[in-house]
């Protein structure tokens, strides 16, 4: 299947930080979403992509589709304890038929 | 509305045992899935179904087998668990399919085969 690799594996940051992760692929993808999983839950869509260029805001976090349309960015500013969790990026495919496919995620830790 | 719903949240087994997930939405999705989740792989997709009646393989399908009697449920089964079935399943659905593929996940199910 398709390939995300997604960076850094694991943050621990102070409250009030900003942080940035990202995730790249050699494959072409059409949409790009951002999960946040919190402990003992599953994944909760946080932000959708789905046009190369496009930056898009939720609140406090940031997206940007990627011009080559291979990568994808997600910033948190201004880190809060709440902002614990993973984050998954997922891609989907050029490729017709191809289904979504999910980095590896990014363990965030904030420290108060 | 509680979106959707798996049971049972824990399960311990033994090699060779079966089992069945159950997964419920109550959001009148289409399409539903269930993926598994290990440490530093992401979540990968196991079957899938796009309608009632409809079921699709994934991407780590063996092992496993799944049915959609009834739009709302989807059941994942195992029929003889082995120890690399030790994982967190998840539960999910979509309104929409292809490129507009935002899933709604449930809260997942710990499996741990002894």
């Known amino acids: 299947g398709q390939q995300l690799n997604q960076s850094p594996q694991s943050m621990f940051i102070q409250e009030g930080e900003d942080v940035s992760m990202n995730c790249t692929s050699s494959?072409?993808?059409?949409?790009w979403l951002w999960y946040k999983q919190d402990p003992g839950e599953g994944p909760v869509l946080l932000i959708a992509l789905y046009k190369a260029g496009e930056l898009t805001s939720n609140g406090r976090l940031t997206a940007q589709f990627g011009i080559t349309r291979k990568d994808s960015f997600l910033n948190i500013s201004a880190s809060i304890p709440s902002d614990v969790g993973i984050y998954f990026c997922?891609?989907?495919?050029?490729?017709?038929?191809?289904?979504?496919?999910f980095g590896e995620g990014t363990q965030l830790t904030v420290n108060p | 509305n509680a979106g959707v719903t798996q049971t049972p949240k824990f399960r311990v087994l033994k090699t060779g045992q079966s089992m069945t997930l159950l997964c419920a939405q109550d959001?009148?999705?289409?399409?539903m899935y269930w993926y598994r989740q290990d440490p530093g792989m992401g979540l990968r997709l196991i079957h899938y179904?796009?309608?009632?009646?409809?079921?699709a393989k994934g991407e780590v399908p063996d092992g496993y087998n799944v049915s959609r009697l009834k739009k709302q449920n989807f059941l994942l089964g195992l029929e003889s668990a082995a120890p690399s079935q030790t994982s967190v399943y998840f539960c999910?659905?979509?309104?929409?399919?292809?490129?507009?593929?935002?899933?709604?996940f449930g809260s997942g199910t710990q499996l741990s085969v002894l």
């Open positions: 494959s072409i993808f059409n949409t």
């Open positions: 959001m009148n999705h289409e399409y």
């Open positions: 999910a659905s979509s309104e929409e399919f292809a490129t507009n593929e935002k899933l709604f």
């Open positions: 997922a891609g989907q495919p050029e490729t017709s038929g191809s289904r979504l496919t």
């Open positions: 179904s796009v309608g009632e009646g409809t079921t």
